[in-house]
């Protein structure tokens, strides 16, 4: 591989400016960036595609058998099969378990111009997260998503400039594309945590090369929906839990697979949104431990509506690689993107539908 080929692999799987610029005529920084980009590219890539049962192109070859139609995200979905809505236990803590079919879910052949499922990406990096096309090439999802290594030496009372980055994004057709970042609107405290990518290049994977995106046929795209959902309204999430559950890993006992792994539907509701003061107590929880009194507090929170309120809670059973995975109503429309969960109680956040708007907003103007 050439040496500018090693940098832009390096800048995809974000590993920062120590390894995109580093002495490439040291063998050993060569041999090191190597490791790192086929453990933060390259496994992602193939484990995905694996998920889909899709063939290796570049090879000729099988990455394995093909996916049974029993763990086949697509086949999931369009069986109208998801994970059931979390509920909450006698402690206070919100959990799942199992799936179930739910004839509400939109399926594969209910919306002839309205995706939901099949607009829905995975970022291909270990461990990183989803997004979701919403056509013109623009893909919404969680500024955080959009991580780097040099994040990890940056000041915490700052956000990181996430403008410019570049990720490579895969739709559950298999196709990938390099995406790059145009708008990152974010908080400090992740009040506000939204990014919208756009679509440059399609990877050509039998050639193992990039084609111009512009001769691509047409992509899936999802509709945003123009009301915030209340209280009570019906939500499904599709999101990437990867392969292990590590909440429920226990001591001496084999790691739980998730099926499917990726492209993973789950159902909930809107549980309303978190007031001002409630989200000021849920942050110092991540400062220090809160006192019992705090706790309660928090766990029995009243919540407002969206206008008031900043974090959307939902019961979707969310995991890790959910971070920007879109929350859609009954009708297939986006209505909020996954963004956090409580640790104490176990309830998922979500962006809500208005911080979507206004950074679609600031991208279709830029």
Known sequence: VARVARRKL????????????????????????????????????????????????????????????????RDFFNRRIATRAMIK???????????????????????????????VVHFVQEGVGTGVHVGNGLVVTCAHVIDSREDDGDDTS????????????????GRTFVSRCIISNETVDGDVDVAVMRIEAEIDVSASSFV????????????????????????????????????????????????????????????????????????????RALTGTELRKLTNAETVDATAGGYMLHTCWTYWGHSGAPLFDDCGLIVGLHCAWNDSTGMRHAQKLQNILDALGAATSA
Request: charged fraction near 20%; include cysteine.
């Open 158 to 173: 700052d956000v990181p400039d996430r403008v410019g980055r570049k990720k490579l994004c895969m739709f559950p057709s």
């Open 212 to 287: 111009s995106s512009s001769s691509s046929s047409p992509l899936p795209a999802a509709v945003v929906a123009g009301t915030a959902p209340k209280k009570g309204a019906k939500l499904f999430c599709v999101g990437n839990p990867s392969s292990i559950d590590l909440e429920n890993v226990q001591v001496g006992s084999s790691n739980t697979e998730f099926i499917p792994s990726t492209w993973h539907a789950s159902v909930g509701i809107c549980e309303g949104y978190m007031s001002k003061s409630t989200q000021d107590l849920f942050h110092t929880q991540c400062r």
């Open 10 to 73: 390096a800048e995809l799987a974000g590993l920062g400016s120590d390894w995109t610029c580093c002495d490439q005529s040291i063998s050993a920084n060569v041999r090191d960036m190597a490791s790192q980009i086929v453990d933060e590219l390259y496994i992602p890539f193939h484990f995905f595609r694996e998920s889909l049962g899709l063939t290796q192109e570049a090879t000729g070859e099988r990455s394995g058998d093909r996916k049974s139609i029993d763990e086949n995200p």
């Open 89 to 119: 236990s006698k402690s206070g803590f919100w959990s799942a378990s199992g799936s179930n079919k739910f004839e509400w879910l939109p399926g594969l052949d209910c919306h002839d111009s309205v995706a939901t499922f099949d607009a």
